[in-house]
């Protein structure tokens, strides 16, 4: 073959660059066993859930001075209370006196929050008001027995977030750990949505295997065939930012297709699986007819918030997902719905159908996929470098944020929890007793060793 011949077939660089691009694998996932062993999880949790911000509820929901809701996140009990200052607090959940729960219900609205177990009280404020027969105790002061409080941050939008680190140094400013956050926000009125539902699903399967399928849309032409409509899943892009991830997507601006019927009458008239059915209509023949998008009429504002939360926002309603992480293999998701002032009931039905119907999906997708990973046949798999990029971002933060606490708590000689309270002002003799459980614990080893070994 000539020179001109070769000259010819040869592709230009361009070209070569944007096949290698297109082609090269991407990085393998992490390995099977961080999502089923309990000694990475306990790790996680001192690592990431105790250090970073958690996105918790929206503002509008405290109506009043005392207005609270409590919470749950990795064994943490605490709550976020609204204060006659107007400001949102959160406290860990815990009586100053004897340590039982101050907050006994999910919700509620008190400016006096009284502990049942031996009256003491606290305000909104977390300051403790009365703790009956301690006025004449020489020593005790009132001011220094306030409840626990936790760093709150709320946005100019209503978000609140938490963050549970209670070191010195404290957790890496809000604005610095979500920077841009608050800029991207702003594109969508959140003041026009008002509160409309909760619910939650309880799954058997690790927080990670949720978040590897909501950082990526490439399942979702398979596995979400009412999305797949709503969408142009060729357009759909995941952008990482300050440790949040953007995604994009193209509405379906005309009528979108109506999934067809299945089988089941009663699977398909109950809300979670009835996207595209109309009320009291008969069930007609197999076949596909139109509807108006479900998604409504602008592209949407999705953010992932890491490490486990999301907030969604489309035209006609908005919702958060809070991923709370129990064991190994054992999660609870949270759903919060806000459907936009004056929206028609059919309307906001319509969207929480379309809602529910992908959510649970997706966490069909993660029970199956679970039950694999615990079979131990499994290890790690390739991520497609441009359609899984969001899985290979939030990954990558994972291993770093463990394995740099981790190279700390083999330094300190021992687990190292930021979210610990107990610690501050301990008397000689709690701390002395404290050294001695530890030994005790460790006993017939050496205890550096010990820790070393798990």
């Known amino acids: 073959m000539s020179a001109a011949s070769i000259a010819e077939v040869q592709p230009v660089p361009s070209q070569v660059d944007q096949v290698q691009e297109v082609l090269m694998p ?14 990475i999880f306990e790790l996680e949790k001192r690592a990431i859930f105790h250090k970073t911000w958690l996105y918790t509820a929206h503002a509008s929901r405290f109506k009043k001075a005392g207005d609270y809701f409590s919470y749950n996140v990795t064994g943490i009990n605490f709550f976020l209370i609204k204060t006659k200052s107007n400001e949102i607090k959160a406290f860990h ?27 003491w009280s606290y305000n909104a404020d977390g300051n403790l008001t009365k703790a009956p027969h301690f006025d004449d105790v020489q020593g005790f002061k009132k001011e220094e027995n306030g409840l626990f409080g936790i760093r709150t941050h709320v946005t100019d939008q209503g978000l609140i977030f938490v963050n549970f680190d209670a070191t010195e140094e404290g957790p890496i400013p809000f604005d610095d750990w979500y920077k841009g956050l608050q800029d991207e926000m702003h594109e969508y009125d959140f003041s026009d949505y008002e509160y409309h539902m909760s619910y939650e699903l309880d799954g058997q399967f690790n927080w990670k295997t949720l978040m590897d399928g909501y950082q990526e849309c490439y399942h979702c032409p398979t596995a979400h065939p009412g999305l797949n409509a709503a969408f142009k899943m060729s357009t759909y892009k995941v ?6 991830c953007r995604h994009y997507a193209e509405i379906v601006k005309e009528e979108v297709e109506i999934p067809e019927d299945n089988d089941d009458e009663d699977e398909n008239n109950s809300s979670w699986f009835g996207f595209g059915k109309k009320k009291n209509e008969a069930k007609p023949a197999k076949k596909e007819g ?6 409504g009429e602008f592209n949407g504002l999705w953010v992932y918030l890491y490490p486990s939360n999301g907030v969604n926002c489309y035209s006609p309603a908005w919702y958060s997902i809070r991923v709370l992480p129990i064991t190994a293999t054992h999660t609870i998701l949270q759903y919060d719905i806000f459907t936009k002032k ?3 009931d059919d309307k906001k039905k319509e969207f929480v159908d379309f809602l529910q119907l992908v959510e649970l999906e997706d966490f069909n997708l993660c029970e199956l996929t679970q039950k694999n990973l615990n079979e131990g046949v499994y290890s790690t798999g390739y991520l497609h470098p441009k359609k899984e990029n969001g899985v290979l971002f939030y990954q990558k933060i994972v291993k770093e944020m463990v394995k740099e606490h981790w190279a700390k708590e083999k330094e300190a000689g021992k687990p190292i929890n ?10 000689d003799e709690a701390a002395e007793l404290e050294d001695f459980c530890k030994e005790v614990e460790c006993q017939g080893s050496n205890p550096e060793t010990e820790f070393m070994q798990w």
């Open 26 to 39: 991407g990085e393998h996932t992490l390995p099977a066993s961080w999502w089923t062993s309990e000694k």
């Open 239 to 244: 952008v990482p930012k300050n440790n949040y």
């Open 93 to 119: 959940n815990v009586c100053r006196h004897r340590a039982y729960p101050v907050v006994r219900k999910e919700k509620g609205s008190s400016v006096i929050l009284g502990c049942k177990y031996h009256g």
């Open 418 to 427: 930021p979210a610990y309270v107990g610690g501050k002002k301990q008397s």
């Open 290 to 295: 139109k509807k108006e998008n479900p998604g």
């Open 342 to 344: 004056g929206l028609a």
